[in-house]
């Protein structure tokens, strides 16, 4: 009895040698449909439409070719049971052992500017998920490739000589691809109607369905997770977002690093530094130039950049470069790298250089996080807040200096680990407090590290992301110099903490918003 292959593909990478060994060594025949049976024929190979194998015509523009008794009963029928094959005989229908389909390109023509639903909707792949599954479920005895990049795998597993149990074990893994590709089609095909909702559905169009569909390809496997003792991947589109240029493999960590690192300088225009450790800010400033920008946000700590991740938003240039290149670092993000700035980073071949692709802001609508027994999902933080409902509470207003200040450290403050403290003066931060349980303690490690990096905090404004729950965090910033603060209010002592500001001269704006980060 003749071995068949069923082969309907729309990517067509590597089909025609694929086929061409499926005949000339191991004696198949090809069954096809449509654009693949012509490509087929047209490079001398014998096909078979479905079509004329079923008795029956494709219908309906194509939509109806393949669901029929002699594909999926060819397909489901099992080998190893006397009535499957006995009832396959009756009905006319020949075992079919090979199957090889990919998709209709339905999340490529989604993703195309200005689709149209109904062009959508005509890439939704109804034959192919149907054999796909039929055989994936009877892999014991048939084959099924959804990827071209397994074609050669194939091949080897059905050489001469080679192991059954071996191609057994291949099937069972090329089974579960299938059912991870067919259930990332599915989840994409729901995504993208959900969003074309058109009845009043607030849970669906603010992006919080009933049913929370999330299905991400695997980008790659890590070496580990936080720690080596954790195994740990990647999955998604992060490398559409950025390239890297050199050095080590990305690590877990360096890509949550690099995250941070992307949200923060999404905040500013003018030229900024930013540099993080653990996700935090560590040095942040803006300047004219990028140089002077490093310069201030070096000098807000020269320990913790060790090791740490440096992002700036505009070419990173040689004179950079070089500064940059005194101290050791993991990772450094820019929108570009001058030449000049390659060569002199090419000496450290470990240091990871990163591109943003698509811009130095590249962002995400939405935060997932796992917990016990599910997902928590929100929007991401993106907003600062209304600046032009800002209330100056205190007596004294704050001074165009002041303000100017308030606003660079309320959005630095906004990307630190909660409960935070920020120090600033100008465009540049003096001091970081992050993380810690009580406000007070944010406040007095930020004061120190300021003394440590041997920065004056006479005259800074003071930045805390959430609200001041009694007023020593406040007298702790006044007795360090600070002569402002921006904070989101809304404390039931905020009489006390505006009262304690007022005693000390300073000046205190509510934004009316708070930033948790946890």
């Known amino acids: 009895m003749a071995k068949l292959a069923l082969l309907s593909v729309s990517d067509k990478r590597g089909l025609v040698e694929f086929a061409t060994a499926l005949v000339r060594t191991h004696g198949y025949t090809l069954l096809s449909t449509g654009g693949t049976a012509k490509l087929l024929a047209e490079r001398g190979l014998p096909v ?21 008794p002699k594909i999926h009963g060819g397909l489901l029928c099992r080998r190893d049971k006397a009535d499957h094959l006995a009832q396959a005989k009756a009905n006319a229908i020949e075992l079919i052992d090979l199957v090889v389909v990919n998709l209709y390109p339905f999340e490529e023509t989604v993703a195309k500017p200005g689709v149209h639903f109904e062009e959508a909707i005509e890439n939704i792949d109804i034959g192919g998920p149907s054999m796909l599954r039929s055989a994936a479920k009877n892999h014991e005895s048939v084959s099924v490739v959804c990827d071209p990049a397994d074609y050669d795998a194939v091949l080897a597993a059905m050489a001469p000589g080679a192991s059954p149990a071996a191609l057994l074990e291949l099937r069972r893994k ?13 989840a994409a095909i729901a995504k993208y109607l959900e969003a074309q909702a058109t009845e009043p559905d607030l849970e669906a169009l603010s992006g ?26 990647l999955y998604g589109t992060f490398h559409e977002h ?23 300088i999404g905040e500013f225009e003018r030229p900024t530094v930013a540099i993080l450790k653990h996700t935090n800010p560590c040095g942040v400033a803006s300047a004219d130039t990028l140089m002077a920008a490093w310069d201030k946000a070096y000098a807000t700590d020269r320990q913790a950049p060790f090791g740490g991740i440096i992002i700036v938003n505009q070419t990173l240039d040689g004179d950079l ?57 929100q929007d991401r933080d993106r907003t600062l ?16 200096d002041e303000w100017a200040a308030m606003l660079f450290g309320w ?7 909660s409960n935070s403290i920020v120090y600033c003066r ?41 609200l001041f729950p009694f007023a020593d965090g406040l007298i702790a910033a006044a007795s360090a110099g600070a002569t402002a603060a921006i904070q989101p209010g809304g404390s039931v002592r905020d009489a006390e903490v505006i009262a304690a500001a007022d005693e000390r001269g300073m000046a205190m704006v509510f934004t009316a918003s708070r930033h948790f980060k946890h």
């Not at 569909?213 to 991947?233: C, I, V």
């Not at 349980?437 to 004056?456: F, N, P, Q, T």
Request: proline residues 3%.
């Open 174 to 186: 090329l089974a579960l691809k299938v059912f991870q590709r067919t259930a990332r089609y599915d």
């Open 48 to 68: 078979t439409e479905v079509s004329q194998h079923t008795g029956f015509p494709e219908i309906m523009e194509g939509r109806v070719k393949t669901l029929h």
């Open 242 to 264: 950025f390239a890297q240029l050199q050095g080590k493999e990305l690590s877990y960590n360096n890509i949550l690093d690099i995250t941070s690192a992307t949200y923060l």
């Open 321 to 377: 470069a070089k500064a940059i290149a005194e101290i050791f670092t993991e990772v450094i993000i820019a929108p570009r790298f001058s030449d000049e700035a390659m060569a002199i980073f090419s000496k450290k071949k470990n240091l990871r250089l990163m591109i943003a692709k698509g811009g130095i802001g590249a962002d995400a609508l939405q935060e997932i996080r796992s917990v016990v027994g599910g997902v928590l999902v």
């Open 426 to 466: 100008g465009e540049q931060t003096l001091g970081v407090g992050a993380g810690q349980m009580a406000r007070v303690d944010s406040s007095r490690i930020a004061v120190w590290k300021a003394g440590e990096a041997g920065l004056d905090l006479r005259g800074s404004v003071v930045a805390s992301e959430a």
């Open 208 to 233: 919080f369905p009933e049913t929370l569909s999330l299905s991400w390809k695997k980008a790659q496997s890590l070496r580990y997770g936080e720690n080596p003792h954790q195994k740990a991947a």
């Open 411 to 417: 959005k630095v403050g906004k990307h630190v680990k």
């Open 385 to 400: 807040g209304n600046v032009k409902e800002f209330k100056v509470v205190t007596k004294r207003e704050p001074t165009p």
